[in-house]
């Protein structure tokens, strides 16, 4: 639906960009717009346009159109050969001019050649013959003077007059539903003023037929058909302006609350236990457990999928710093230690399944290597992909650049994948107790109800928004407003749901055990605004290094070490070696980036339109992101 409505309004914004009268390359704008109909007494008229323009472009000349504007009393014409005048700031000029008859109308184009910043006035009067049609009571007016410019006319005066005044008159002016217009009475006849006129001005009137002389009238009545005509043209209105200016925006309100207090209500029920105080601090880690244990566990990610959006759980993760603290937990606990730039594996130390993939990962098998080394089965080849590059061209070079980035992520995936498998095999295996629950099936009915609500209200501000913007009506405003409050609504909506769908929602023991862990990384972020007798009492800075990694505090705590003089024991004043924390976060900051290299290679592609002998100009797809969102909207528009 979105989608739909996108390319509809580009649609309308294209069109609007390019309607110019005269070329589509010429910007002006027409500033007034003042017409003249004189009624004579046989049934004749003098009509009188005159158009001021005002241009931001050079230009060729003015295009100026009349139109018979269709039913017409029997025996109407427009004279041929109207009078033209033109005048370019403020000077009058000597044109030249084409009149071709469209069938239903005339064109005149004036040949008035200028450049950017003129003011330009054009005149035109036309002959108008048997313009009403006279009936037995009244004569009738039913006229479109003004109909299909392409430029909105900002100032419109129009001043319909009579060579005889009668007191049995009436005239109605009509620029569509919406849009208002001003009519004043006059001793002789009538002046209509109007703003921004973009579409018809239509004129409806009837006088007492005593204005004619020697003409022929009809032997029906017309004038209370013409006086319920527009009674029923009023209702109309009036109903319209009720509906679009009040009803349906107090409708779309009352669903978007409706829907806000539904959903808000059912997650306040659903996440009662989530809620942590980011105040509390506690100076020692509620477990000893091990990084990989503690994100599964309390955060409920994994090396693979780290993000937290959608979460209660104020915590960010990455990559680079959750694989960079899980080797320090292991050279912590002496799996592996550190010699100079060389690295041992000590395999007859205690060590958990998945740990031992991770070793396998970053070893590559062996017990000793250099540092340099590390993760060293899983660099992606840069090399290689530029000899492809110079190598192949077109079709050939996608396919051989899938091909490598495919199998890199075949591999990394599938030891990641090894790796998070033996850490939910962890949890279950401590018979740790679940904190967190399913949604129950009356927390997904309600939500699904305010979301039923927002697709409602998005139909009705779409459909009335589309109506307010052909009218170009500034109600159209308040609807588009009103549209990005539906659509903000959804798209949240459908987050909170994606996540609390995937991972639950926490219980009353899950609040405890995840609030002990809140409250730890509290300490963490704020260490740098504690004096030294705060933490006098804490003696596990080597574990506390290891989670500060985890969650991305490791420089304020090193600074804190740093700033106090406060030492690591012996066997673990390796954690404090800033030269090793540096290359091994570089090497696993390397890891990531092979990965994100090969799935830019696994997406590599040509565009349609290159050729494979030519080269072709090369495309990366980087829009996964924007595509998964689109999916998700619909996903919305359709659940």
């Given amino acids: 639906m979105m989608k739909k409505l996108t390319l509809f309004l580009l649609a309308i914004i294209t069109f609007l960009g390019l309607s110019v009268q005269v070329n589509a390359e010429v910007d002006y704008s027409i500033s007034h717009y003042d017409g003249v109909l004189e009624i004579h007494n046989d049934n004749s008229a003098d009509f009188i346009q005159k158009i001021t323009y005002q241009f931001d472009s050079s230009y060729n000349g003015q295009i100026v159109t009349l139109g018979e504007a269709g ?71 039913n006229w479109v003077p003004i109909s299909d410019w392409d430029e909105t006319l900002h100032n419109v005066k129009f001043t319909v007059t009579t060579d005889k005044s009668t007191s049995n008159r009436q005239l109605w002016a009509h620029t569509g539903y919406l849009n208002s217009i001003t009519v004043t009475k006059m001793s002789n006849g009538y002046q209509i003023s109007a703003k921004n006129v973009s579409g018809k001005l239509e004129l409806h009137a009837y006088w007492d037929h005593s204005i004619f002389e020697n003409v022929s009238l009809s032997s029906k009545n017309r004038k209370s058909a013409i006086i319920k005509q527009e009674a029923k043209i009023v209702h109309r209105s009036q109903v319209l302006q009720m509906l679009l200016f009040y009803i349906l925006p107090a409708i779309v309100i009352i669903l978007i609350v409706g829907a806000l207090v539904v959903f808000f209500r059912a997650f306040r029920l659903a996440g009662q236990y989530e809620h942590f105080d980011r105040k509390i601090r506690s100076y020692e880690a509620p477990e000893d457990w091990s990084p990989l244990l503690v994100l599964k566990y309390i955060y409920d990610v994994d090396l693979q999928h780290l993000d937290t959006k959608g979460s209660s759980i104020p915590q960010k993760f990455n990559f680079e710093t959750a694989m960079q603290a899980t080797l320090l937990d292991l050279i912590d606990r002496k799996v592996i230690s550190v010699d100079n730039k060389e690295l041992f594996c000590h395999l007859d130390m205690p060590m ?288």
């Fill in 352 to 639: 958990m399944d998945y740990e031992a993939e991770v070793i396998d990962m970053a070893f590559g098998g062996k017990e000793k290597i250099i540092i340099d080394d590390l993760f060293a089965d899983y660099h992606f080849d840069d090399t290689l992909l530029n000899k492809y590059k110079k190598q192949y061209k077109g079709k050939t070079l996608e396919s051989k650049l899938n091909k490598i980035g495919n199998d890199f992520n075949r591999r990394y995936n599938a030891k990641l994948n090894s790796i998070n498998k033996l850490v939910e095999k962890e949890v279950t295996s401590q018979n740790l107790p679940a904190i967190r629950q399913e949604l129950s099936e009356g927390t997904k009915s309600t939500i699904s109800l305010a979301r039923r609500f927002l697709l409602v209200a998005m139909l009705l501000v779409t459909l009335s928004g589309v109506y307010s913007f052909m009218q170009e009506h500034w109600i159209f405003l308040i609807y588009g407003t009103l549209l990005a409050i539906v659509i903000f609504m959804l798209f949240y909506i459908n987050r909170k749901m994606h996540y609390s769908t995937e991972h639950g929602t926490i219980t009353a023991e899950g609040q405890q055990r995840v609030q002990a862990w809140v409250s730890f990384t509290n300490m963490m972020r704020d260490i740098d605004k504690f004096d030294k007798v705060d933490i006098q009492g804490v003696v596990v800075w080597n574990r506390i290094l290891v989670y500060a990694t985890l969650f991305g505090y490791a420089k304020r705590v090193q600074k804190y070490l740093d700033f106090n003089a406060i030492k690591l024991a012996n066997e673990s004043v390796i954690l404090t070696n800033q030269e090793l924390g540096y290359m091994i976060g570089m090497h696993t900051h390397q890891l990531g980036l092979a990965s994100h290299n090969a799935n830019m290679a696994a997406h590599f592609s040509v565009s349609s339109g290159s050729s494979g002998s030519g080269g072709g100009r090369i495309l990366w797809r980087r829009r996964r992101r924007w595509r998964r969102s689109v999916l998700k909207t619909l996903q919305i528009c359709y659940n």
């Fill in 71 to 141: 039913n017409m009393p029997a025996g109407f014409s427009v004279n041929s050969q109207p009078e033209i005048s033109a005048e370019v700031n403020g000077t009058s000029r000597e044109v030249d001019t084409r009149i071709s008859n469209l069938g239903d109308g005339y064109e005149v184009k004036v040949y008035n050649a200028g450049s950017s910043g003129d003011t330009v006035v054009v005149t035109v009067h036309w002959q108008l013959s048997q313009l009403l049609f006279p009936y037995s009571d009244v004569s009738e007016l």
